[in-house]
């Protein structure tokens, strides 16, 4: 079978390569490939910046945002041959942290972890992929092909989880006002997250076209482009910061509601100094108890939440999250930046 | 009857002055004051830098660390005369925001909370005071003149109630390694708390002297005052920054254990401009799931775990925190800054 492939560590070296298919096998599930994401970690593994392959193979199947088609599957298990599902990232190690022995592999405390197209483990990006079908999950078959954005979906749910989760230290709270800085796919569903939650969207983007605002727009909420400064001044009580960019970071994380939760779901690459006011910024967070935390990854839960929060949503909205969709064969157009590129997904169906 | 009044915005206004003695009073407590605590946003308040008077008095009767005796209480309530009791420093306005009316004055959003000896409110540094039974928290009447830390301990236990309500984010958290920055009563008070919970617990405290050294470890705790860097290369997985410094702040938020969970109870003053790697600090916050977080004031339910994580503790050790006691009529040696100094109390007794 065809698999787009990386040698970890060297820039360049992503190819489609011709693989042994994967064999049925008891207690596992054989999934086709119908559609795989691309995303920012896929670009720094193609540059060899991130990812290793199993010990002792020289290449890594790359990509970790999937969706798939039951082949073959245990007998008496939860899945039948033609359910729509999405295989789990991460995977803890054999020898699990007490965060991994409880199904937390999101919380990892030591590191140890694998994860599908990115560490230790081929990824999703080939024709077809076998898994433990704990690793599965099972999605609504009405989501169809928007259910490519079930991995994307369950960063998001896992950061409304803990948002929600960080509130209840107090018993008078709940979610109102919702800022959301960065207006990617993360961004764009933590918006749709929030709005399910009915609170007031606000969404922060540098992006000038029609895309996104209208994204926005479509979710009833208000995309501000101008300044960062006024969209801050609005006094968010939830705000997830999705840039990664330390400049968003450095001015959210001082400037919201009293009582406000802030939530880094954007990680910065390299490295940026900033002179900034850490008195200030004490008496911001204690005088109105205020939380700033960071959330990665997923576990088996969220996925869950994901799978329930995309198909209760407008699938015609998240279909338009989905900006381009090229053959595996075009592969490397996938990469490529065309202004308003939200979701680029690889379709095996073309 | 004497009370320490100040002339809220102007320095050294600080004076005893005779006030008329409160009257008995149907429905709520005459307390006989037995000893007063100060603490920093005292000094700050007869400095003239904090502190307003009830709307139209020109005085402010300071002080809100209490400990007095019920003299005269409500038939049928939970007060009796002798009971050994503390005020609630902060109250809810008349029309309370959504977290004051539930009685977490605490998370107030509007910021119209009064606070006895701080804020609208006259404080506790007079013979007697008068309350709403509602706003007196009794007290273990084995705690005796121990009793005075139960404001300070309400911080500590509020900072605890969160620090654990935040760990439940996930199933899998409970506290394990502490290291506490700041070594006064507040920090002291959070270590206490920190060994209640059994927790491994490091102090760190740039004091050279014995006496904060021999509480610590006295709490078997491990006292570092070497450096801030050593201490925080521990991995502690829960940090209760004390100090107030941005320095100590800026440092703690940034080096500690995956999933680590910072409570900032300490507040700085001024400005402090400090050139800061924000892209590190995203990468460690996001990566490795960490919360930072800050926390003021406590309400009802916080003295009351306070009051019962006193009343558990080593009274002898209790009294160790208390440095000093010195009389109402030298109320001004209070102020001092003496070697060995953690807590200095007003005692109305002597």
Known sequence: ???????????????????????????????????????????????????????????????????????????????????????????????????????????????????????????????YFRMDPHFLVKLDPGLRDAGVLTEPASVVAKAWDHIERIGQRT??????????????????LASLLARQRNCELHVYDRDQGDAKRRLVSELCGQYHNDSLEAACALGADVIIECTGAAVVMAHVIGNNAPGAI???????????????????????????NDVIFGSVNANRRHYQLAAAALASADRQWLLRLISRRVPLADWHTALEHHPDDIKVVIDFLK
Chains 1, 2 share one sequence.
């Open 262 to 288: 802030v939530c880094l779901a954007g990680l910065s690459s390299g490295s940026h100094r900033i002179p900034y006011d850490f008195a200030r910024l004490n008496r911001d967070l204690v005088l109105e």
């Open 171 to 188: 018993s008078s709270w709940r979610p109102r006002k919702v800022l959301v800085t960065g207006a990617g796919p993360i961004g764009l």
């Open 1 to 127: 079978m065809r698999a787009l492939t990386v040698t970890p560590g060297i820039a360049g070296s992503g190819t489609l390569r011709d693989v042994p298919t994967p064999e049925r096998s008891p207690g596992e599930v054989l999934v086709r490939t119908l559609a795989v994401g691309i995303c920012g970690t896929d670009r720094e593994i193609l540059e060899g910046h991130y990812g290793a392959s199993i010990a002792g193979h020289e290449h890594l199947i790359l990509g970790h945002e999937s969706l798939g088609e039951v082949i073959d599957a245990p007998e008496h298990g939860e899945l039948k041959p033609g359910d729509l599902v999405v295989g789990i990232v991460r995977h803890p190690d054999p020898v699990p942290c007490e965060a991994c022995a409880q199904g937390e592999w999101d919380m990892c405390r030591n590191g140890r972890y694998t994860e599908h197209g990115i560490k230790e483990l081929d990824g999703f990006c080939a024709e």
